[in-house]
């Protein structure tokens, strides 16, 4: 089937495991809001990359714990085998719907056609942002959902800054300001700086939403006024 309307979303960890376990709400949500969607629109098609979480933390500190400093390689590594898993999660969720294979190498360009595809991390050097890109690359996306734990983007960390202000709508290269251009494994950006270079380069758009926030969510997609930063 020619899908004629696909949608990318990157699928935070902290979504799918924050530091409770598994949270089977969202997921629930999740599940009947995918097919909610597929619904009302037969010809949407939905590619969901999944986070690591609160998983890839645990393997990570576990690792440090144990003989004190890890390779930057196998922080990501750990974090990448975290996305996989939540991925497979996912994929049993939408069994009925999705693609049979878990895309996880994005060298392969895959002819789907089932109305769910489900998507892990790669290899190192970046976070699944930036596949969530890849996948817009070969599809011929436009923009990225990124489903996160927060409502917006803000101008500071504001775990760190009392002062940080939120931002509705920035372009890319104010965004990049921000995030830099170094991918450091670990780190914890509205939107990874390897993935913004790509994004901006393919001229793509990026709505981060609270995940959590399911209504909001149904807001975006029914083009009414909705909380979150737009990043075009």
């Known amino acids: 089937m020619a899908y004629k309307d696909r949608i990318v979303m990157s699928i935070g960890g902290s979504l799918i495991v924050p530091n409770g376990g598994i949270d089977t709400k ?17 010809n949407r098609q939905f590619f969901l990359v999944a986070g690591g979480g609160s998983t890839a933390r645990h393997y990570q500190t576990a690792a440090k714990e144990i003989i004190g400093e890890i390779a930057p390689e196998d922080i990501d590594w750990l974090a990448i085998h975290a996305t996989r898993l939540n991925a497979h999660l996912l994929r049993t969720i939408f069994r009925d719907l999705a693609h049979p294979t878990i895309i996880d190498d994005y060298e392969i360009i895959r002819k789907v056609s089932e109305p769910v595809v489900i998507a892990s991390g790669w290899k190192p050097g970046w976070s699944t942002d930036f596949d969530a890109v890849l996948i817009c690359e070969d599809y011929g996306v436009k923009s990225v959902i990124n489903m996160s734990n927060i409502d917006r983007a803000c101008d500071k960390d504001p775990k ?3 002062d940080a202000k939120p931002i509705d709508r920035i372009s890319w290269g104010n965004f990049r300001k921000l995030v830099g251009d170094v991918w450091i494994p670990g780190m914890n950006t509205p939107f990874d700086p390897i993935a913004s270079k790509k994004a901006q380069e393919l001229g793509l758009r990026v709505i981060i939403l609270n995940g959590a926030n399911v209504d909001n969510i149904r807001k975006y997609f029914d083009g009414e006024k909705f909380l979150g930063t737009v990043i075009e």
């Not at 997921?27 to 995918?34: D, G, P, Q, T, V």
């Open 26 to 42: 969202f997921l629930s949500e999740l599940n009947k809001f995918i097919r909610e969607q597929l619904a009302k629109n037969p």
């Open 160 to 162: 760190k800054f009392s």
